[in-house]
């Protein structure tokens, strides 16, 4: 009977959850506010955009994302040597959506497809639109990068 006793001590303590400790610090998921200068820069970039987060790389880079007009924007920003400029702005879009001379490029380009997946990149320094597309099951990185300015679209060199 002892021996019983003993395993029903056992089971009970081993199915009991583990007590709180204090000593941890609580876990947030709460996203920290972006700070008032890097704030300024994307809404000049874009304004009426709600911010909702941002981050740092801790090296001179901070990512932003927001909303405007039902689309989700994330801004890549550089600085704060000289001041925080946005270097991009990125939004996934419809193949549809994307420009007549990008699609008609990407169809009779070799080894055209149908992308499963179309990131619109703005690019403010020069005016240009940058996007890229994932191929079905290349999830990883942009199958083929398309430039587009000035009404013409170029299939840019792969990135190294």
């Keep these: 009977m002892r021996f019983l006793a003993i395993i029903a001590v056992l089971l009970a303590a081993a199915c009991t959850p583990p007590a709180e400790n204090s000593e941890l610090p609580p876990v947030t998921t709460e996203a920290l506010p972006v700070p008032p200068d890097i704030a300024a820069v994307v809404s000049a970039a874009m304004p009426g955009v709600a911010i909702t987060s941002g981050a740092t790389d801790g090296a001179g880079e901070y990512e932003v994302t927001g909303t405007l007009n039902g ?19 990125q939004r996934d879009i ?61 299939i840019m060199p792969p990135a190294h």
Excluded at 71 to 89: A, K, N, T
Excluded at 107 to 112: D, H, K, L
């Design 94 to 154: 419809p193949w549809a959506d994307a420009p007549a001379p990008v699609r008609d490029l990407v169809a009779t380009a070799p080894n055209g497809f149908l992308p499963e997946r179309v990131i619109e990149s703005r690019q403010p320094a020069d005016g240009s639109v940058v996007y890229e597309l994932f191929a079905p099951g290349a999830a990883e990185a942009p199958t083929i990068e398309v430039r587009f300015m000035d009404g013409e679209a170029a």
């Design 71 to 89: 689309h989700e924007y994330e801004f890549d920003l550089m600085g704060p040597d000289g001041g925080w400029r946005v270097v991009e702005i």
